[in-house]
């Protein structure tokens, strides 16, 4: 069940986005000794230079470093880790939902849609209503609303 992490992305997007990236998504694990707080980063589409380097990710940790320390919008201690999104990047928004169409996807829903949570296939059209993926076997339409989690799955 993805946690709501409205105040974080309210937080964190505008620092990242001035510093020229995309905040891709949150992951935040609370733990008393040992939580994480995730966040991944890409260039924007149509950037200069595609990619995040090591160096961009040292960069962003120190503003949000700082932002949290001012800010402490999140109890308890944690490890901030700033990542690349990878080849299995998170997709979250309806626009990076779009930007890999054809891409072949893994999808897990909140609630089981005919007996299943788990989905994958190629992602062939994203709406603000409805994606739709091309398993095996068929076609498939999953509201939008019910989409918790979706990753690219690597094709090598």
Not at 8 to 19: A, C, K, T
Not at 57 to 71: F, N, T
Not at 112 to 137: C, H, W, Y
Request: hydrophobic share 40%; charged share 30%; aromatic share 6%.
């Amino acid at each position: 069940m993805r946690r709501d992490q409205t105040h974080l992305w309210e937080l964190f997007e505008p620092v990242i986005s001035g510093m020229g990236f995309e905040l891709i998504e949150i992951e935040h694990f609370p733990n008393p000794k040992h939580g994480v707080l995730r966040l991944f980063i890409d260039k924007p589409v149509g950037a200069e230079v595609e990619g995040v380097v090591i160096e961009d990710c040292s960069a962003v940790s120190r503003q949000i470093s700082a932002l949290i320390d001012v800010e402490d919008p999140i109890n308890g201690k944690f490890n901030l880790e700033v990542s690349s999104p990878g080849l299995d990047r998170p997709l979250r928004r309806l626009q990076d939902f779009q930007r890999f169409t054809g891409s072949l996807v893994k999808l897990k829903t909140v609630m089981p849609m005919d007996g299943q949570r788990n989905f994958k296939g190629r992602l062939l059209k994203a709406s603000e209503d409805a994606l739709v993926i091309e398993t095996d076997d068929e076609e498939i339409s999953l509201p939008m609303s019910a989409i918790d989690k979706a990753r690219i799955v690597p094709e090598y």
